[in-house]
């Protein structure tokens, strides 16, 4: 690949395979990566995606967070990772209600449960199909159950959220089916928030009906039922696909490093400090799209107002400026922070819970399926412009 023009095009399913080896020669051969004919520039090493997501007043969020999202020109949904100061602290505080430790806690033994009866049905036979028996239903069960969403919608969500994110080879664009996919959602979460407007229930989506936020004139006002479909797209899809993204890509990872596995077993109390290094080894949101509000110089170069910066955090995880052997998985790997969940004000606040479901996760799936091996040309990956994982994973004893 070293003697080939250095392409990022972040819509190539080449590119979707392995991203790793075109992350370390940007961040060897082009610490400020441009491309002219996507209309993007890009930084990789740890220490300029980590300022840059700290730096909001001249990497802004408030035109888009993905590349085709920004060049559309159309405002973004109403939903805070697409706001600046001060609308972002606002909207924050409304949906950091829904991921306090304390909720986040009350929730273990549930996941547990819902886990160990997904996964003991598949001892028996000896195999399974991690996303359809596991991944697929997990984040989606416990989004919609904090939404208020009836259990038996989870299978169509998740597919609804599936399509919409879905990406074909070479194009960023939206495909239509990816539209009527948002279209549909939008009806459903709209008519979710009528029912409990008129009938009120102890779900997430019935406080965000009645909460009150205090705009910039002091006055309290209401979130509009459009204010609150962008919530609900919010944690439906983003909290969903990432973390279900997250134990797929975790499956395949333990299986790739059987000896840190091993551990695992051998030593349960490794497990959070592994899902730390599973994040950073391959994180399931690889890019944070910017627009920048005036000029900046980076490496000699200067990055002008108003362009597309990605800050690709999936190659910050592996600079070998930040990490030791980045392209190993270690899990016991002492880690003082990484990049997977984002920084500063944009900080994921769904983090506890996604640790939580692919720890636990991951850790009954290891209990029954110690030895398990993942059938390699089953294998089938997901493909989105910023959102990396796999579809299908099969596996055996």
């Not at 996760?361 to 091996?373: G, I, K, S, T």
């Amino acid at each position: 690949m070293t003697d080939t023009a250095l392409v990022y095009d972040p819509s190539s399913y080449q590119l979707h395979e392995d991203p790793f080896p075109y992350y370390r020669r940007m961040q060897d051969e082009a610490p400020l990566y441009h491309n002219p004919d996507l209309g993007f520039w890009a930084l990789t090493r740890f220490d300029d995606v980590l300022a840059g997501l700290g730096d909001w007043a001249t990497f802004s969020s408030a035109q888009g967070t993905v590349i085709e999202q920004i060049q559309s020109g159309s405002p973004p949904p109403d939903m805070m990772i697409f706001h600046d100061p001060p609308r972002h602290e606002q909207l924050r505080r409304l949906v950091g209600r829904a991921f306090t430790p304390r909720r986040v806690a009350e929730l273990d033994a549930k996941i547990r449960s819902m886990c160990v009866g997904w996964l003991d049905p598949l001892v028996e036979s000896g195999e399974g199909e991690v996303v359809a028996d596991l991944a697929g239903k997990l984040p989606m069960a416990v989004i919609a159950a904090l939404l208020g969403a009836p259990a038996e919608d989870n299978h169509r969500l998740k597919a609804l959220s599936d399509r919409l994110l879905h990406r074909e080879d070479g194009s960023m664009a939206m495909p239509d089916d990816g539209r009527a996919a948002g279209a549909e959602l939008y009806v459903y979460f709209s008519e979710l928030i009528a029912s409990r407007r008129k009938l009120p229930a102890d779900d997430l989506t019935t406080a965000l009906t009645q909460a009150e936020i205090v705009g910039s004139d002091g006055e309290s006002e209401r979130l509009t039922d459009d204010e609150i479909v962008a919530f609900c797209l919010l944690l439906g899809v983003a909290g969903n696909e990432t973390t279900a993204k997250m134990i797929a890509t975790g499956t395949v990872v333990l299986a790739q490093f059987p000896d840190e596995r091993s551990r695992l077993v051998d030593n349960p109390a490794l497990w959070p400090n592994a899902v730390e290094e599973l994040l950073r080894f391959d994180p399931p949101s690889h890019y944070q799209g910017r627009v920048t509000t005036h000029p900046i110089s980076r490496h000699g170069e200067e990055i002008p107002e108003g362009a597309i910066v990605l800050l690709i955090n999936g190659a910050a995880n592996r600079d070998h400026r930040a990490f030791d052997e980045p392209d190993r998985f270690i899990a016991d790997r002492p880690i003082e922070r990484h990049l997977a969940f984002g920084h500063s004000i944009h900080f994921c606040l769904g983090a506890p819970l996604a640790r939580l479901e692919t720890r636990i996760a991951l850790e009954e799936l290891v209990r029954r399926f110690p030895l398990y091996q993942v059938d390699i040309e089953g294998l089938e990956r997901f493909h989105s412009t910023n959102i990396r994982g796999l579809s299908k994973v099969p596996f055996s004893r």
